[in-house]
């Protein structure tokens, strides 16, 4: 097998784009740039284009007939491409700039070819698709050796066109996927209504100044989108689009971040014709020889990961062989690299770094292989190494192996084995903290664990998110992407303080010791006070005493960074306590034990984040679990404590926040999460083994956030929701497990500036069912009974960062987080003097 190009296409699993890459020397998009000179010179939106393709055209002679307005030119236009029957263009995407005072220009292939209704040539960016009527066939350029197949359909559609998962990811990840994710040609040709994509929340159009390009006069109809400018160059005679100036919002950010100004992207439709003879030859394509035809295309990396490791023969420095089959009893690292290759250095510095750790176990093998050529000394190499300060064991490749099969890689490249011999690692380049991950991958590997499944998990749930944007956007009959001019949730504003009506509030004290106090956790103790533990900055956690003063600060050990802003706590079955660290969007939980030290951080894979955590005993064995929902299609995991994953459920979207029920009649607890699609939110709840079992929804609104807690002790959850209506008020909800409403109270909108949990289990009472304590944006906190009874609202006059209730003394307090300060409330007064619930 030839891997020739797995240094970039296997770097990182496929995920839709947010942003795109911007080199340093100039601006690129994923494929590769076309050796094609630029058709025509781009122009800013709105302006005259300058030179001989583009001429401004005399005003019209006064017997002209009227002019038509920007909506009829660009109605003209659809249908003249909807009515057409066939299309053909020698198109072009073209993205400039300017850099040190150089112009820099890239240009990607954009070519169409269409014969209706099944007859297609497509060459857009990396991705070649052709359909004879009979057959289709596509290839990625980045992706050699393989050679997609699939039946024709009768009609082609754009469902159709972007079917297998990899080429449609190569011909959407363009620069010009910001305004539509199909080239526009596709959009006019073939979308229901072309207008709904390609003037998706644009202001009114409007008529330019006509001009011309290669002789041929034009009508200009521009465009304000959220994403900017854009500009349709529409021939006046046959109403076919020869050129479009797109809106460069979205690359502006990150052009400026590297020196570049001055940003065009400009899609030439050279020789755009509707309704010419094409011949079908065209649409013809020949499988070269011996190249595999596949039913779908697959990352090269996929076919490597599980398979065993091919038996190479290295030999040390002293001329001793080494063969891989020798070693099947063994973990063993093959670090890949060469003296000319700079981007080593780092590489092997980590590796280095690791080996220091891992040398000590028997069962564990590191070889640095170099790839030099022959006449490349061995003292060549250890000065280098030297040079570089590293120290490993190193091996050469004389045979030439590894290039007879994988294709000369690029370096480096790190290869490690699972006892066995199977290739459980294959990553080229570096990684942030290699050395860590290095080392806990021989841990797990060493341990008889599989860590390659890791990597088709995340191809599977990158596939499931394309396809859920596909099938979205196919029955809006919307191609744009979901991260296009996202409308942003307004900030409350913070409402002077009011006293509450129904309840007396006596602050015991006021903590303003902690730089940014965030949410708190009570711990309660078999005898005395509670523990109040404060999260600080969201990287220590400070312990108050009854005082209010800091009694203890833990400064909290966070692998890359992670923030913590959520402390949850649980105690297992022996009496142990543990601490489970995590904020929405991170890379890594981290699990804490009694003393706040760090002895898990979970996944080391990346992934699209994680929303929330729990630790909970789901099997009811006294052995705690910890239960994690992530972003996108990722979905729920079950692991132990020392992150083994024990089970996923991935039918969910965007599953933002996991909450444990309580126990069964055998001890078991299931899962409610969050199920937050585009249009929707949802709560699924999950089995204690993760089987999906029901999905919670009310009829006319969309759920954003929950809490779940037994209120009242009878063995039950009390659910409450936050969720937005059509009119996008908000409410505060509460329903049932079989997701019935029980009762609601309208809230305010907007977003809180700093992550909180803004719904809490709480009492503000000696006696009785708890309250669900629910934290505003604007600074308002709700105490509402599980039987939807508003009990109190008052404004605190602050933006709240967290919020919880204890018992000291007797007393019921309540706890308040605010910007810089921390403060400690005595609660008077009797749950039956609220109002009754709605």
């Known amino acids: 097998m030839n891997t020739r190009t797995l240094d970039r296409s296997t770097a990182t699993l496929p995920l839709l784009v947010c942003g795109f890459l911007i080199l340093s020397l100039g601006i690129c998009g994923c494929g590769r740039p076309s050796d094609a000179p630029p058709s025509g010179p781009s122009t800013g939106a709105g302006q005259d284009s300058g030179g001989s393709a583009s001429e401004g055209l005399p005003p019209p002679a006064a017997a002209a007939a009227p002019r038509a307005t920007a909506e009829e030119v660009l109605q003209k236009m659809v249908q003249a491409y909807k009515g057409a ?13 300017v850099q040190k005072g150089q112009e820099q220009k890239r240009v990607f292939p954009c070519e169409v070819a269409f014969e209706r209704p099944n007859k297609i040539r497509l060459l857009v960016d990396n991705g070649n698709l052709f359909c004879d009527g009979s057959q289709r066939f596509g290839f990625v350029r980045d992706l050699p050796g393989q050679i997609l197949r699939l039946p024709a359909p009768e009609q082609l559609s754009i469902e159709a066109i972007y079917a297998d998962f990899l080429l449609s990811t190569a011909m959407i990840q363009s620069p010009a996927q910001s305004f539509s994710w199909v080239p526009p040609q596709l959009v006019l040709l073939l979308a229901g209504d072309p207008l709904k994509t390609l003037l998706a929340g644009a202001q009114q159009a409007r008529l330019l100044e006509p001009a011309a390009i290669d002789g041929r006069a034009c009508q200009r109809v521009e465009i304000r989108t959220p994403i900017g400018p854009g500009v349709f160059w529409i021939d006046a005679a046959d109403s076919t689009l020869r050129r479009f100036e797109l809106p460069t919002g979205p690359l502006e950010h990150e052009a400026a971040a590297e020196g570049i100004e001055k940003i065009s992207m400009v899609l030439e439709l050279e020789d755009a014709q509707l309704n010419s003879s094409i011949a079908p030859q065209a649409f013809l394509f020949q499988v070269p020889e011996g190249v595999p035809i596949v039913a779908s295309l697959v990352l090269p990396i996929l076919q490597v990961l599980g398979q065993p490791c091919p038996d190479f023969q290295f030999s040390d ?9 020798s070693l099947k009893e063994k973990v063993v690292v093959i670090q890949l690299w060469t003296t000319t290759s700079l981007p080593c250095r780092p590489v092997l510095q980590a590796v280095s770094k690791a080996y220091e750790t891992i040398k000590e176990h028997d069962d564990v093998v590191v070889m640095a292989v170099s790839l030099d050529p022959a006449n490349v000394q061995a003292l060549a190499l250890q000065s280098v190494l030297k040079d570089w300060q590293t120290d490993l064991p190193v091996y050469r490749d004389p045979a030439q192996s590894i290039a007879l099969h994988y294709g000369d890689p690029a370096v480096p490249l790190t290869i490690v084995l699972g006892k066995g011999g199977k290739v459980q690692i294959f990553q080229p380049g570096a990684l942030a903290q290699m050395d860590q991950l290095l080392i806990r991958t021989v841990d797990k590997l060493r341990a008889g664990e599989d860590v390659f499944a890791v990597s088709f998990e995340q191809f599977a749930a990158s596939k499931r998110q394309f396809e859920l944007m596909r099938q979205k956007c196919v029955a809006d009959d919307l191609y744009r992407l979901p991260v296009v001019a996202p409308q942003e949730i307004p900030r409350a504003q913070i409402l002077p303080r009011s006293e509450p009506e129904n309840l007396k509030m006596t602050r015991l004290w006021s903590c303003e010791q902690l730089e940014q106090p965030g949410n708190i956790t009570v711990v309660p103790r078999a ?22 003063r800091v009694a203890a600060t833990f400064p909290l050990k966070l692998e890359g960074s992670q923030p913590v802003t959520v402390l949850e706590t649980a105690v297992a079955g022996d009496g142990g306590r543990y601490f489970l660290g995590s904020a929405r969007g991170v890379q890594r939980i981290h699990l804490f034990d009694e003393t706040l030290q760090t002895i898990l951080a979970y996944p080391d894979s990346s992934h699209p984040g994680i929303g929330g955590g729990q630790l909970a005993d789901l099997d009811g064995d006294g052995t705690l679990e910890i239960v994690l929902g992530y972003f996108d299609v990722v979905g729920v995991q079950a692991v132990d404590l020392a992150g083994k994953r024990i089970w996923a459920e991935r039918s969910m979207v965007n599953a933002i926040h996991v909450a444990a029920l309580p126990r069964d009649a055998e001890g078991r607890r299931n899962v409610l999460a969050m199920n937050l699609e585009p249009d929707r939110g949802t709560l699924v709840e999950l089995d204690w083994q993760g089987k999906r079992l029901a999905e919670l929804a009310l009829p006319d609104c969309s759920i954003g956030w929950f809490a779940a807690d037994d209120l009242d002790g009878d063995g039950e959850p009390e659910i409450c929701v936050l969720a937005q209506l059509a009119s996008k008020e908000m409410i505060a909800a509460g329903i049932s497990k079989a997701g019935r409403e029980l009762w609601r109270h309208p809230i305010s909108q907007g977003v809180h500036h700093q992550q909180i949990e803004p719904v809490a289990a709480g009492n503000l009472f000696l006696e009785g069912p708890r309250q669900w304590l629910i934290a505003t944006a604007d600074g308002t906190i709700h105490a509402v009974g599980g039987d939807g009874r508003l009990i109190e609202s008052f404004a605190y006059g602050a933006e709240l960062t967290g919020m919880a209730t204890a018992r000291w003394d007797g007393k019921p307090v309540l706890l308040v987080s605010t910007p810089g300060k921390v403060e400690a409330w005595h609660v008077e007064g009797r749950p039956e003097t609220a109002p009754s619930a709605p």
């Open 85 to 97: 029957q066939s299309y053909r263009d020698s198109g072009t995407l073209q993205l400039t700039g």
């Open 317 to 325: 420095l002293e001329g001793n062989s080494v063969a891989i089959a």
């Open 527 to 548: 005898e005395g006070s509670p523990r109040i533990l404060v999260l600080d900055n969201s990287a220590a956690v400070a312990e108050l005493g009854a005082d209010g």
